[in-house]
């Protein structure tokens, strides 16, 4: 029942859960890996900066500025001050963008995914119409973006009629498209990519990246007409065109907004003991980015993971971890990160490294809750103790595989999941510690009615209203109630039990029978035939009188037990708080 009710109240929380044992299970959630697009932030991205023409342009996107009437996107090292013509270049990476804007601009609506919406949303307002710009250079073939790849390639047609070549664009993790480069556009001319320019890139990408914002990389490449003629088959399953020695056009760097209540969620999960971690599929960046992701709260001490020498590894708390160096760590070395650092970004990772991931932290035998909302994300939810799909942007087969579903997308929820898992436990153990405090004062009755061979201090009648009615009352500490500190001193019942076994005696010495002369009358007391029981002062008693006695003996006894219980169940609900500081709630 408690977790039924825990389940519904987390469904009215944005927490669907699925299985009830993942109740349970989440309130001793000790680790978290969480996603961070969309459920630590907004994933509402807007461009920030561009890198071209080895410059770093800052992007205001706002549409409030007025150019001829309309809103327009501005580029350059000062605001208002308009990019050199090697941003010409960076527009093309739209062309193969998924995304559609629904509307007219600017009061539209962009549908698809938010990295592509908001390069949409910026190239509409630096180049014009992306509808116009797709139907002069028309789509030929894909290769869709997957987390191995790490890329999204597409081949247009050009919109110059005298010029039949085809246009190949590529946009992704910077460091994949640059690996697949080997000249560099400046100033409207392709450059050899030396090592001058591949430093002033990484410069760039480490300064973009260190800023807390998802770094792209753009390229594009003429495939010759003699190779690629009119009408070519391009097979996008059996690549049969070139995928290397492109030009690289630039960078361009996204903000996501975090969500507004994540800082208190994470600072709630730390000082609950739970340890977070973000395992993303993005630039590690600098501690800047680390700050921008769990707030400025951080745990103080030393950084590591990116800048070489800052710290010894086990002196830092912090770190961030890169897919390409997770992917030649051994089991112990990833055991040796996990146990020695408190928080860590594991960045630029596979669906399968996070699998591996949530393996390390089992082997750790922490109780492990991760995120994802992909299909790839499927081994890893299921391998974790609670795996946590999207509701908004996570996949069916994401949805099947987890345990619950966020269906407002928001790290909260899975706190607010955890603090209604902690809290079914503490209510589990106000309701039995009530029902045993009633137990005590009904069996107590029977062992000195066996033992001491006294008159029956309580009846079945009367124990049975107890347990078919304040018994029953439980189910008010199994609702929420604020939190109070643990108490491991249950109430142990004796209050209640003396306060019946008081009112017995006295019932019984009002009419002449004192506890001296109770030891030992049972068999006397409940023989029919003994009509001229003497009482300690002489008076007798019949059978019937003596009956009327004991029931009155019962109906004292329990009205004791229930007045009592009605201040344990204050007790209970409480526990150590005052009642003046908890309140009758």
Not at 57 to 63: P, S
Not at 445 to 471: K, R, S, Y
């Amino acid at each position: 029942v408690c977790l039924t009710l825990t389940a519904k109240r987390m469904a009215r929380k944005n927490c669907l859960v699925k299985n009830l044992e993942a109740v349970e299970t989440l309130g001793s959630t000790s680790t978290i890996c969480s996603d961070k697009t969309g459920t630590l932030t907004q994933n509402r991205m807007t461009v920030a900066h561009m890198w071209f023409d080895n410059q770093i342009h800052e992007a205001d996107t706002t549409e409030d500025q007025s150019e001829s009437g309309g809103s327009r996107v501005r580029f350059g090292v000062s605001r208002g001050v308009r990019g050199s013509g090697g941003s010409r270049g960076v527009p093309g990476g739209v062309l193969g963008c998924g995304s559609r804007i629904l509307g007219r601009f600017p009061q539209r609506d962009v549908a698809g995914d938010a990295s592509e919406s908001a390069l949409l949303k910026c190239i509409e307002l630096s180049s014009g119409s992306v509808k116009v710009m797709r139907e002069r250079n028309k789509k030929v073939a894909e290769i869709p973006f997957n987390s191995t790849n790490k890329y999204q390639l597409s081949i247009h047609e050009t919109e110059d009629p005298n010029d039949n070549r085809y246009l190949l664009v590529m946009k992704g993790a910077p460091e994949r498209i640059l690996d697949r480069c080997s000249t560099i556009l400046l100033q409207g001319k392709e450059q050899p990519l030396d090592e001058e320019m591949k430093e002033a890139f990484q410069n760039a990408y480490l300064e973009l990246g260190g800023l807390g914002e998802r770094v792209l990389g753009f390229c594009h490449f003429y495939l010759p007409e003699e190779q690629y003629p009119k009408g070519f088959a391009f097979d996008c399953d059996d690549v049969n065109f070139a995928t290397d020695n492109l030009c690289f056009v630039g960078l361009m760097s996204m903000i996501d907004p975090p969500r507004a209540a994540v800082p208190d969620a994470v600072g709630k999960c730390r000082s609950a003991g739970i340890k977070v971690s973000q395992v993303r599929s993005r630039f590690r960046g600098s501690r800047a980015l680390f700050r921008v992701h769990f707030g400025d709260f951080g745990v103080p001490g030393p950084f590591s993971g990116f800048i070489p020498g800052i710290s010894g590894p086990r002196d830092a708390k912090a770190c961030v971890i890169h897919g390409t160096d997770l992917k030649d760590m051994s089991s112990e070395q990833i055991d040796e990160i996990l146990q020695n650092h408190t928080e860590i970004v594991f960045a630029r990772t596979s669906p399968q490294q996070k699998l591996i991931i949530v393996e390390g932290c089992q082997r750790q035998g922490a109780i492990v809750a991760v995120t994802g909302d992909g299909v790839n994300d499927s081994p890893a939810l299921k391998k974790a103790d609670i795996g946590v799909a999207m509701g908004i942007a996570g996949s069916d087969v994401s949805k099947q595989a987890a345990d619950m579903i966020l269906l407002d997308d928001n790290f909260a929820s899975i706190v607010t999941g955890v603090e209604e898992g902690r809290l079914i436990f503490d209510n589990l153990k106000k309701s039995i510690a009530y029902t045993l405090t009633s137990n005590i004062p009904e069996i107590t009755p029977f062992l000195l009615f066996i033992m001491a061979n006294i008159p029956l201090p309580l009846g079945t009648i009367t124990i049975l209203c107890i347990d078919l009615g304040t018994d029953m009352v439980p189910l008010g500490p199994g609702t929420p109630c604020p939190p109070c500190p643990p108490d491991p001193r249950f109430p142990a019942g004796m209050i209640q039990a003396l306060g019946g076994f008081f009112a017995y005696f006295v019932i019984l010495a009002e009419n002449g029978f004192l506890p001296s002369c109770l030891v030992g009358i049972r068999l006397r007391w409940d023989d029919r035939t003994i009509n001229d029981l003497e009482d300690s002062y002489g008076q007798q008693w019949t059978y019937e009188q003596r009956k009327v006695v004991e029931f009155t003996c019962h109906t004292a006894f329990f009205a004791s037990i229930v007045v009592v219980q009605w201040a344990d169940l204050i007790i209970c609900k409480t526990r150590r708080n005052s009642v003046f500081q908890q309140g009758m709630k």
